[in-house]
């Protein structure tokens, strides 16, 4: 027998569950815990609350549809703690006409509700202070981002499209490119690549495309920034040289880019992109910003690394990749959440921050991506489908907690959480929880 029903509530709004109603699930829905559902439908604020996709499949309830059992009860569940419950398995059902919208993320093996306000994905920077340094937020990235097209799988990282990605809360873009032969400073155009590889079968994909997205939905929703990793890949003689001088040539300038050497606060990017450095600058670009260099200095990390800080202080990363037998995702799993950890037990002082004081806010970067090409099982997609609900798990359920339940201390923040195949079927779980990360720094 399933467990009884355990809420997290991750929201910064103190809620009371009020009401649970039992239904019978439609007849086509196959779901191996019938008979149960939950509307968690009068909370004393009117919160409405929203089911996200999860990977395993359960069943929808027609609006028309009569409980065949109805209890009222009061369960406090105040911000950010766990609350047991002896509520049976249920899912969420939407409530009419709510004051506040929230998503319940729903983990159908234990039983667990995690609770977040993550209801508005394309626009969830806007209400967030100005003064927070980026470094200091919970942001959902994603791994090669433009490789939603047709191609070997070995290649092909996401599932959607990076406008798709952007309009579901995706704030950071790990973008590989290469310097077309003959190189001509004159010229723009940049290839898409995935390592040696094209990102599609059907043709040449440009980063100018890819850029005028971005441009576009940043036009369209001015409260947002982007943080964009940029590093050369692919085939032929280009070099991080000739990459660096076509982007100061043709697409940073500084109403569209933030290009100093540092991680800025929020208020200073907002419509605008961030310049994250993985190639080698030229002479002239090492004189930019008082000869402090041109954008946030991740040349150099350790290969394959669990963890690593950058040489200049402002990138943290875990990227561990080399999975190179299935039962090696589990400790891929622990280094993601180890990273996860480390990054919310960062504790945001107001008085430290400054547009250009010394107290560092590092970039946790945390690759949720692996793969090993001779090993079908270990391909991206396959990779994402284990680390993705793990990671979703563990932060609904054990992210800034002590193993005896003790709430840690830290500002909770998930650091930059890149991944791969992100949205595939709708499923938007694993970004809504770290976008609801976030809460622990919202005003309320």
């Not at 100018?208 to 990793?229: A, C, W």
Request: proline share 8%; hydrophobic share 35%; with cysteine.
């Amino acid at each position: 027998m399933a467990p009884f029903v355990t809420i997290r509530n991750l929201s910064n709004n103190p809620l009371t569950l009020v009401l649970v109603e039992h239904f019978d699930p439609s007849p086509e829905n196959a779901f191996q815990m019938q008979n149960v559902t939950l509307s968690l439908a009068a909370v004393t604020n009117s919160v409405g609350l929203t089911n996200s996709t999860t990977r395993r499949s359960v069943p929808q309830i027609d609006a028309n549809a009569t409980p065949f059992a109805t209890r009222e009860l009061s369960i406090s569940l105040p911000p950010f703690t766990v609350v047991p419950t002896d509520v049976k398995p249920v899912i969420n059902k939407p409530t009419p006409n709510p004051k506040l919208h929230f998503t319940g993320i729903y983990l159908p093996d234990t039983s667990f509700v995690a609770l977040y306000n993550t209801s508005h994905l394309d626009s969830w920077m806007q209400d967030l202070p100005n003064d927070i340094p980026l470094g200091a937020l919970s942001i959902p990235g994603t791994h090669n981002s433009p490789t939603n097209h047709n191609a070997p799988p070995s290649v092909r990282c996401q599932a959607v499209s990076p406008k798709e990605q952007l309009e579901n809360g995706v704030r950071f873009f790990d973008i590989r490119v290469q310097v077309p032969e003959p190189y001509d400073v004159n010229s723009d155009k940049l290839h898409l690549v995935h390592a040696a590889f094209p990102v599609a079968l059907s043709g040449t994909k440009y980063f100018r495309d890819l850029y005028n997205t971005v441009l576009q939905f940043l036009k369209d929703h001015p409260g947002e920034t982007l943080i964009m990793s940029l590093k050369r890949e692919g085939t032929g003689k280009g070099t991080d040289e000739q990459l660096g001088r076509i982007l100061k040539n043709h697409y940073t300038n500084p109403q569209e880019w933030f290009t100093e050497p540092r991680v800025p606060a929020l208020g200073e990017v907002r419509g605008r992109i961030v310049l994250v450095r993985r190639f080698v600058l030229e002479e002239g670009l090492k004189h930019e910003w008082q000869d402090r260099g041109w954008g946030i200095d991740a040349q150099v990390w350790a290969d394959n690394t669990p963890k690593a800080m950058c040489p200049s202080g402002d990138v943290c990363v875990q990227d561990f990749y080399e999975v190179l037998e299935k039962p090696t995702i589990e400790k891929k799993i622990q280094y993601v959440n180890d990273q996860l950890e480390r990054s919310g037990c960062c504790v945001l002082n107001p008085a430290e921050v400054q547009p250009l004081g010394e107290k560092k806010y590092p970039l946790y970067i945390n690759f949720l991506s692996a793969s090993n090409f001779w090993k079908v099982g270990t391909w991206p997609e396959r990779i994402a489908a284990e680390v993705n609900p793990a990671v979703t798990a563990h932060l609904c359920q054990k992210h800034m907690l002590t193993d005896d339940g003790q709430v840690k201390d830290g500002d909770w923040s998930t650091g930059i959480v890149v991944t791969d195949w992100v949205g595939l079927g709708g499923d938007w779980d694993i970004i809504r929880c770290i976008v609801g990360m976030n809460s622990k720094l919202a005003p309320r």
